[in-house]
């Protein structure tokens, strides 16, 4: 029987406090977002929820923790 890896526990762990700091990024800008028209709220939050699959590093955190390597 195989021990446990770490490395997805720790790799969980990293990519929560990645969406953690993504919602406290956009969120700071609630106030100004909120006077804006609905529809550019729309987008704003839009654009906010799928920006981070590209502008974080999820894949190689998920990559990293099946494999161990990060490429």
Do not use: D
């Amino acid at each position: 029987m195989t021990e446990p890896s770490w490395r997805k526990p720790v790799g969980a762990l990293l990519i929560l406090a990645l969406v953690l700091l993504w919602v406290m990024l956009f969120a700071s800008f609630s106030a100004t977002v909120a006077t804006l028209h609905w529809s550019l709220q729309l987008v704003y939050y839009l654009t906010a929820g799928l920006a981070w699959i590209w502008l974080t590093p999820v894949k190689p955190i998920l990559r990293w923790m099946q494999t161990n390597h990060w490429r």
